[in-house]
């Protein structure tokens, strides 16, 4: 096995986890597994991480600063506030609809937390994730200089709460269509929010 700085190989074993989990759920994956899939030796698992538990926390870490950095990169320069809420919201849903089962992971390792003794932070953690990802969002693309109508704090709350309920109803319905106009409702009720 070729020696690699220890940040490679824990990125190595993220991504190998978040495979591993999607393919077969969170409870399923065992730190050998995740080992197999990434073609490392369980002794290299346990030098970059201290436990399980720091491995899922580094996933979501992992799996929601992706969601971010591909949603803030459709940002578009001129754009109208309405344009611009609608083109971040299509692209985090091209990827919901292009990996669902990485999307589905998101609420297995919520659900995997909440269950398992010790582990109940992490849900916390992730949501709370969500929270600061849709804050940083809302205060590159959303409030531009205006004071908005909610406060950024509410309204970063809100957009979590309605990306997450969105992202669970078509990982179980399937409904692409319905899912393009409750987007569209969502951008439409997301700018009357801000600019009242």
């Not at 393009?180 to 409702?185: M, N, V």
């Amino acid at each position: 096995m070729a020696r690699m700085p220890s940040a490679e190989r824990r990125r190595q074993l993220v991504e190998a986890a978040i495979r591993a989990m999607t393919r077969d759920g969170v409870a399923r994956t065992t730190t050998r597994s995740i080992c197999a899939e990434a073609g490392v030796s369980l002794s290299v698992f346990h030098y970059c991480f201290d436990s399980k538990q720091a491995l899922l926390e580094a996933a979501i870490e992992t799996i929601t600063g992706n969601y971010v950095a591909r949603v803030m990169s459709a940002v578009e320069p001129g754009a109208t506030l309405r344009e611009t809420v609608r083109g971040a919201l299509q692209t985090y849903w091209d990827h919901v609809t292009a990996h669902p089962g990485e999307h589905m992971l998101t609420y297995d390792l919520t659900q995997y937390a909440l269950r398992e003794p010790g582990f109940e932070h992490l849900a916390r953690a992730q949501y709370e994730q969500y929270v600061a990802s849709a804050t940083a969002l809302i205060e590159q693309v959303g409030v531009r200089g205006r004071e908005p109508r909610v406060p950024v704090e509410v309204l970063a709350r809100y957009l979590a709460a309605v990306i997450d309920g969105l992202t669970l109803q078509f990982l179980v319905l399937g409904d692409p269509r319905a899912a393009a106009g409750h987007l569209d409702l969502t951008a439409d009720q997301f700018v009357a929010l801000i600019e009242g």
